[in-house]
């Protein structure tokens, strides 16, 4: 089993530009979550799918952030235009809805500096 | 709402003493609680929960932590701290399946240095 698998590890753009990060979720994992972790929040729950659902998009910060998972093996998480203070360690995981008290299995991250 | 405090955010001990990282929660049900660890540049990793049964559950890494239901604490112990155990320490709550779906709240975490 490959994991959580993110793209990419590291992304570097300009204020303004759009950034699209990435995540393929363990196969038969049907829960997906995004997490963004700074320094000053912790870790904050984005937005969290059930079967390709959008559950819960309470955490999203503003309308620049938009998620999807158009499938069960993938979920983009979009920040168009991207600002500086949008630079962070994002994180996806997933778990088996219904048996998630087996915990998440998280990503290594996507760390996205914005200047 | 659920919530997670971790009251230290940092910890210093030296190899080989003994540990305990705080965590309290809020929930207003019987929680399920877990206590996740992050390397530097590395996701988290699941270290142990607590659903029922035995307050007192074992983990990976030779970690233990005990749920306190008067106390709404889960603390995680090490009897001995090894050099490898230094990182970031979470702890999570969860809301039972019929509570909130499956959505865990993160504390803001413990950095736990170890000295030589």
């Given amino acids: ?115 | 709402a659920q919530s997670v405090t971790q009251p230290d955010i940092h910890i210093t001990v030296s190899e080989g003493a003994s540990l305990e990282l705080r965590c309290n929660y809020s929930y207003g049900a019987t929680p399920y609680l877990f206590w996740y660890v992050q390397s530097p540049g590395q996701g988290l990793q699941l270290l142990l929960k607590y659903f029922s049964g035995d307050t007192l559950v074992q983990g990976i890494k030779g970690f233990e932590a005990e749920f306190k239901r008067s106390q709404s604490s889960f603390n995680l112990r090490k009897p001995s701290v090894h050099w490898s155990d230094a990182a970031e320490y979470f702890c999570a709550v969860g809301a039972g399946l019929t509570g909130g779906g499956n959505k865990l709240t993160f504390g803001t975490g413990t950095q736990l240095k170890v000295e030589l």
């Fill in chain 1, 1 to 115: 089993d490959a994991g959580v698998i993110q793209s990419p590890r590291h992304e570097v753009t300009e204020m303004g530009q759009e950034v699209t990060l990435r995540c393929k979720p363990i196969s038969g994992h049907n829960s997906l979550f995004w997490y963004r972790q700074t320094m000053m929040r912790g870790l904050e729950l984005l937005i969290y799918f059930n079967n390709n659902v959008p559950i819960d998009d309470s955490g999203m910060p503003e309308d620049r952030f938009s998620a999807k998972m158009p499938n069960a093996s993938f979920s983009t998480l979009k920040i168009q235009p991207s600002e500086p203070r949008d630079s962070a360690v994002y994180f996806c995981a997933s778990t088996s809805a219904g048996t998630y008290v087996r915990g998440y299995t998280f990503g290594s991250g996507t760390r996205l500096t914005v200047v």
